[in-house]
């Protein structure tokens, strides 16, 4: 359980000791309070507070930080850095929502946009973190036209002389 606010300071209530450690993938307790507090650092007064639990983000930020189940310090400061850049983005959509001329429009689209492209590029990043930058891709459709060639299946090739 989360309450509190940045003015009168959070406090957090947890259900079992290591819930914290667990929650961000760590056996640290400094390393898991330091990364709670640079989850709390980018929300705005009525977004962690009680006097706005409609609009509190808190829980929300951690539930998707153990969603993501980071296993190394890398993963777990981008998981941290994904959850924000998610608020920020709704925050700008609502914001892009409320606008009332252009120039309004055009900033709030601007801002949106650009968060919305980091959080995909925080996937990207994520993705080719866990898997070393390998990629797989899978062929559905192979069309040869008349007169083509086509291999299908695993092929190795040697040099002249080679046995393969």
């Not at 000791?17 to 898991?32: K, N, P, V, Y």
């Not at 309070?33 to 009680?50: G, I, Q, R, V």
């Not at 930058?133 to 092929?155: F, L, Y």
């Amino acid at each position: 359980k989360v309450s509190g606010s940045a003015r009168t300071g959070h406090k957090i209530e947890l259900a079992q000791e290591s819930a914290l450690c667990r929650i961000f993938g760590t056996s640290d307790e400094m390393q898991a309070n330091a990364l709670l507090s640079h989850c709390l650092k980018p929300l705005k007064a009525d977004e962690a507070s009680d006097e706005h639990p409609g609009n509190d983000e808190r829980i929300f930020m951690l539930s998707v930080i153990r969603d993501l189940a980071p296993r190394d310090p890398v993963e777990r400061m981008l998981a941290v850095q994904m959850a924000a850049t998610h608020v920020a983005t709704i925050r700008s959509a609502r914001w892009l929502a409320n606008t009332e001329n252009i120039p309004q429009v055009q900033a709030h689209y601007t801002g949106f946009n650009k968060l919305a492209r980091t959080f995909a590029a925080q996937v990207e990043a994520l993705r080719k973190h866990r898997t070393g930058g390998e990629q797989r891709v899978t062929v559905q459709h192979v069309n040869v036209s008349d007169g083509g060639q086509a291999i299908v299946g695993n092929v190795k090739t040697g040099g002249r002389g080679s046995d393969e």
